[in-house]
């Protein structure tokens, strides 16, 4: 039997089927954010209605195979076109479709789901329309009204005919900002290996973490969404783990612990950042304690982080947060350890996708990580992380890689580059590479934290059917 995430659009659009008949019948495209933004970019103030961007619904192999349970692979042998036209969308799986009652979306020749496909960064259509840039010029005219919703994206100034490539979901944009920032020696010496790139695993990190690898053949792992083709580099099986709260987990922890507002007051009257001023904390605390290293702190404070399930490897969506080690201690001090015992256990549970993924065919021996939280939590956290996954970490040179990655695809929509992969090593760059710790007793002391962070996991699985068997 499998199971299907509610972040897959089928399970929306059959909820909207079932409950929003009206809604249902009178649609006339079901598209991805992405894909709909490529298609509809400028607005109307007066009228509060969308015009075309570019006047063509082709849909990408990035948001139709990862979310769409559209077979990417069904265009293998259309990838040494040169010009990677349109393509007829021969990867619906029709019988699928009708199986679970959305078989009315299979009429037309898939009309309201994609009748075209094309790789990320295909132009579409004649670039920008003509009546994208003068809904632009309409809503301009209308600042001087009392009309004052003015999307930012109608303030570029962009010109009729602008490229518009097939789009990427946001955090394969990051993969495609980030995957070939190596440091030069690497690339320089395996410019030509394809198989090197298979050898890297990119972490986008925000509310959540996602973990992307690409492999040469498609590799199907437990937990583990994928393989799909060419969903993010042309030619590459994609597979994709992830952390379902990371950002939003040490947001909560920080803001429900009674010592937080005191802690911003004083953040705010240095002007750092919250972040900043635990960084600091925890500094002065080893220090005080003369402590070894500083991962040491929490030796006896533990937690996984599971507060909004488990994605990878477990897809476990009813898995729990746990806390293990907690006194009647309520001060600041306490508040930084349970942010840094926070801390470990996501990079555990990074180095846990990690080790599933290699066990199941990968070979990522490189971590490169991306997001404003990185950059949030800074270097006393961020070098440690590096000890707690347990590999290296190369942080990009650009900080907004899901920008860069969007940029991208408009220099391959625009023919600056021969491809997605040509422009991704000409536009990547390597920023910092921080390695684990060579101390045997730091190794020793992750080694047994993560296997506390495991038996977390399991005790809890102990737990559930102890009470299922008291309730059956």
């Known amino acids: ?48 209605v969308f015009s075309r961007a570019t006047g063509d619904d082709t849909r990408s192999l990035c948001t139709t195979v990862c979310k769409w349970t559209y077979l990417g692979h069904a265009h293998m042998q259309q990838i040494n076109k040169k010009d990677s036209q349109d393509m007829e969308a021969c990867g619906w799986d029709d019988d699928f479709w009708e199986e679970i009652g959305l078989g009315d979306l299979v009429d037309g020749h898939h009309a309201k789901i994609g009748r075209s496909v094309a790789f990320p960064g295909h132009p579409l259509g004649s670039g920008l329309t003509e009546a994208a840039a003068k809904a632009r010029n309409l809503a301009m005219k209308n600042s001087r009204s009392n009309f004052h919703f003015r999307p930012a994206h109608l303030e570029l100034g962009l010109a009729v005919g602008t490229p518009v490539g097939t789009s990427l979901i946001d955090a394969h944009a990051g993969g495609v900002g980030v995957i070939e920032s190596v440091p030069v020696s690497d690339s320089s010496q395996k410019e030509d290996d394809k198989e090197d790139i298979c050898h890297r695993m990119v972490l986008v990190c925000g509310t959540s973490t996602c973990h992307m690898a690409v492999s040469q053949n498609k590799v199907f792992i437990p937990g583990v969404w994928g393989p799909f083709w060419s969903a993010m580099l042309p030619e590459y099986w994609l597979t994709e783990g992830g952390q379902s709260a990371t950002g939003a987990l040490l947001d909560y922890i920080l803001n429900n612990h009674v010592a937080a507002p005191h802690l911003a007051n004083r953040a705010a009257s240095q002007s750092i950042s919250t972040f900043e001023l635990l960084n600091k904390m925890l500094e002065s605390m080893m220090n005080e304690s003369k402590a070894p290293f500083l991962a040491i702190l929490t030796e006896n404070l533990h937690v996984l982080p599971d507060f909004h399930g488990n994605r990878s490897p477990m897809a476990d969506p009813v898995s729990k947060g746990v806390i293990c080690g907690l006194t009647l201690d309520s001060s600041e001090k306490q508040l930084a350890h349970l942010y840094l015992a926070t801390v470990q256990s996501i990079a555990y549970g990074t180095r846990q996708i990690v080790e599933h993924c290699n066990t199941h065919g990968h070979k990522s021996g490189l971590a490169l990580a991306i ?10 956290i961020s070098s440690s992380s590096v000890d707690y996954a347990g590999c290296p970490i190369t942080l990009p040179r650009e900080n907004e890689s899901v920008l860069l990655g969007a940029a991208i695809l408009g220099a391959v929509a625009a023919k600056k580059y021969s491809g997605l992969r040509d422009a991704t090593r000409a536009l990547n760059s390597a920023g910092q590479v921080i390695h684990p710790s060579n101390d045997p007793k730091v190794k020793k002391y992750h080694d047994a934290k993560y296997r506390v962070f495991q038996e977390l996991y399991e005790q809890q699985l102990s737990h559930r059917s102890i009470m299922k068997q008291a309730l059956t």
């Open 1 to 48: 039997m499998s199971s299907c995430s509610s972040y897959h659009l089928l399970l929306q659009l059959l909820w909207i089927k079932e409950n929003l008949s009206e809604s249902w019948s009178m649609a006339f495209r079901w598209m991805d954010l992405s894909d709909w933004l490529s298609y509809r970019l400028g607005i109307s103030a007066d009228l509060y």
């Open 371 to 380: 997001g404003s939280r990185g950059g949030r939590l800074g270097p006393p």
